[in-house]
């Protein structure tokens, strides 16, 4: 142990030693105070109890005369002769009422049976009597009447100087009222703090039932105090007070030591907390109607305390045990310095000291409240490092969705694309089925990877809410178009109904809007068997803003009353038996709610089970044109989702257009997508060979990729137009992004791009931004296209050996593998094409690859001889003779059992082959 080390352990005993001098001092030392000791006020004198009969009897007072519950209690004696006439005397009564006679005539009177608000008897108080001059050796009456347990006790008399007996009384107690009044104002300010954090960080605090523990523990010290009388208007009040908090008392104490063990005991604590409950309603009730007071069902109370410390202690033991004590071990030493107070202040009561009844009591109380507090703290840091961990996962987590999802969206912009290819040139029935079948699986995995994207954005904080002009109409068009397919293929009816006085133009964030309302009314579709969808828009106008409210109601299967609280909540769908057959992830109401809410809008859902359910959504929009929108036509709008005219209606063997993307796939899908404009197409697989195009053609339109290896689209585009003397400085640039996040439009209209194309390009939107952007001069019908003989297909240029145009797979394979010897392979095909490119097929089909992989894993040569022997064979036959040499030369190597020639060459083989089977898929598709 270092210096300072030892220095801080003996600095903290040496306060540990000085505070227990100071208690130890001050309570077991006798007193040195001289002034206002009441003792020296006790009035002593010669007592006589009068009977009913008249007889007298000597008792001692203070002390307990036999007397029956209710029963009139009178003792008397004689005043001294020589009495100072200034004085007064103080009678002490406990639950009685009192009347004190001097010489026959009633000189004080104490009974509270107008001002109590309930009970029978009159509780404690001291009841004080103005001595007069010619009182001096009178005969002194006091009575005293009570219906409880104290019938008979006659407790101290003083007499004196009023102030002195007070301030006497004040003194004597203070080693009580300082530590209760400390007590008290500290659970004041505790439980402050609790409700603070309580309501406005919604965190709940174990040690908060300790605080509420003491602050009764305050009270009944408080209330108990003798001077009372003289801080509290209505005593009798304040005695309920005592026997209530005595009777709670135990329960937040129990509560507060089942949250620190984790509930683990919540069994064993659920007796004394019921049978505390049990007797503070029981005997509150009997003592309101007036049947028993308080102070007669005390006992009830103390067994209730006894049983809730049995339970406390039986548990502690048990959590010594199972040494789970060491999750709390701050608060179980407060429970230990609780325990000895409590001892400490038994030893005092019975050593008598009772003016410093409850001092040791507050000591231990405020000693487990430091170690609570500790422990709170502890709890809190804790909490606040998880909160700190959490926060980095989350936002690893959101980054890492975020990337994945982009990663997806690339394979998945191709397969969409392609299958696009597929619908439009396929004629067999089977072959559209199945494509069909792969357009609507990607479709539902691409909105799956959007709402994932969408989730962890908002988790992260990063969405953001972009406005703009919209009209409201077609934003009633776009939701329209979007659901009406899948409105009928299930045989429903959509009815839109829009109230005419909303505004023409608003302005916010559309694309959400759009997102929102496209989302419910789906879900009002995917719901509903049969019947009808309400999409209704109206609104109101507010503070220069018009509320815009959406509703969206269905008569499908409802959602139960039980599920409508988890509604919202990520991943929860319900109904699942009923639900087998729809698709869903249960993030779109989840979504939905956060967009609304970002939005500053609410949203609310009605529903009765299977019946159906109204969504409705209010969000604020500004106002850009205020014109009413007048009566839509529905028809109108039904209209709007007819396919847009075909813009293919023109082709542009003229224009020039050039397409970077460093994806081979992607190139491919956007040149079958734009094929039939028959323009002149340029590709380029990076920036750097779309600026050296660009140096050389002046092009009508560029699609740019924006997530390219070295130089992305962005940049790309910045040194294009750095270049002042370019041919392509007012060319329109569209920007092809996967990154289709909201806001993203914005910045690359920032950053000098015409517009955008989200991928996976969708045909019509295409064709829409080709019509839109391409000059008119460029467009021709295609009839005069034909009769001016021009324009026979793809124009492609030469720079890029990926670009794919449509020539035949022969072709393909010619230009991708020159060394292919497809002549003599055509031969052996007997000069049939068709006959070779279908051998080409079963070849790629044949499984060899793996099997080979596997022969040469195991080392099992007589497998791997088969197998390249078969795979030289075929491979010669196909017109690929190096691959078939190398296959020969193996055959031969495994026939003897030569491991070195097969671990030196199998690599250099299998990549051959791999390379070949790869590029066969490719010519192939
Ligand atoms: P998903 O539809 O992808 O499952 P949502 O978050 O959109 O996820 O919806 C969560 C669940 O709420 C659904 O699974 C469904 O049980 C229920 N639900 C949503 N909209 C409706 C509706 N209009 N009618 C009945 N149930 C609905």
Known sequence: MDVLKKIKLSFTLSLIVVLVFYIFGQIIL??????????????????????????????????????????EVRVVTTLPADMDTEQVMAFSTIWQDAKIYIDGELRAEYSTKDTRPFGKNSTFRYVFVELRKGDSGKELMYCLTTGTKYSGTIRNIYIGDKVDIILDLFVSKSAVTIPAALLFILSLFGIAVCV????????????????????????????????????????????????????????????????????????????????NMIVFVGATMLQVMNIVDFV?????????????????IVTMINEIRNKKIKEYKYVSIGILGLVVSTFFEIILYYLNFTNTIGTALVAGLLFLLLMAVVKTGQDLMETEKKKHEAILAREAQSNFLANMSHEIRTPINAIIGMNEMVLREASDENVIEYSNAIRSSSQSLLSIINDVLDISKIESGKMEIVESNYELSSLITDCHNVVIERVRAKGLNLHIECDENCPVVLCGDVAHIRQVIINLLTNAVKYTENGDVYFRIKGEKYDDQWYLMVEVEDTGIGIAKENIDKLF??????????????????????????????????????????????????????????????????????????????????????????????????????????????????????????????????????????????????????????DPDNLNSDTVVIMLTANALIGMKEMYLEKGFTDYLSKPVIPEKLENMIDRYLSDDKKISPDSASSAGKGDGVSTHANDAKTVDNSTPLQR?????????????????????????????????????????????????????????????TSRTLGFDKLGNIAERMQLAAAQNDADTINTVHDDMMSLYKKILDTLAEVLQ
């Open 569 to 722: 909540v990520k991943f929860e769908r319900f109904d699942l038996q009923k639900n087998r057959s729809v698709e869903g992830t249960g993030l779109g109401l989840n979504i939905v709610k956060s967009f609304v809410e970002l939005m500053g809008g609410t949203i609310k859902v009605e529903s009765e089970y299977g019946k159906g359910s109204l969504f409705t959504i209010r969000i604020p929009q500004k106002i850009m044109n205020p014109a009413p929108i007048g009566k839509i036509n529905t028809a109108s709008v039904v209209r709007g989702k007819q396919p847009a005219k075909r813009v293919s209606d023109f082709i542009a063997p003229q224009a020039k257009i050039l397409i970077v993307d460093d994806v081979p796939a992607n190139l491919h899908v956007f040149i079958n997508l734009v094929k039939h404009y028959k323009m002149q197409v340029d590709t380029a697989t990076c920036g750097q060979q779309c600026l050296s195009l660009a140096a050389q053609t002046k092009y009508d339109m560029i699609f740019m990729d924006h997530m390219m290896p070295e130089m992305d689209g962005i940049e790309t585009l910045g040194n294009l137009k750095k």
């Open 196 to 275: 603070f954090l309580r309501v406005i960080y919604k965190k709940h605090l174990t040690v908060s039932y300790l605080i509420i523990a003491m602050m009764l523990c305050s009270i009944w010290m408080i209330s108990e105090l003798e001077f009372r009388q003289i801080l509290f208007s209505n005593i009798s009040v304040l005695a309920c007070l005592t026997y209530v908090s005595v009777m709670l008392i135990s329960v937040p104490f129990v509560l507060f030591i089942n949250e620190v063990q984790n509930e683990r005991y919540s069994k064993i604590f659920s007796v004394p907390l019921t049978y």
């Open 30 to 71: 006798p007193s040195e105070r001289d002034v206002l000791v009441l003792e020296s006020n006790k009035f002593n004198a010669d007592w006589e109890q009068i009977s009913d009969n008249g007889d007298r009897i000597p008792v001692e007072v203070p002390g307990k005369v036999k007397a029956e519950p209710g029963e």
């Open 813 to 873: 394979l010619k230009r991708l593998m020159p060394d292919v010897n497809t002549q003599s392979a055509i031969r052996y095909c007997g000069g049939e094409e068709d006959m070779y490119i279908e051998l080409l097929r079963d070849y790629t089909a044949e499984g060899i690859y793996n099997r080979l992989s596997e022969a040469y894993d195991k080392m099992d040569f007589k497998a791997y001889e088969l197998e390249v022997h078969t795979l030289k064979s």
């Open 296 to 312: 007669d069902v005390l006992p009830f109370a103390h067994v209730g305390i006894i049983i809730a410390s049995v339970c406390i």
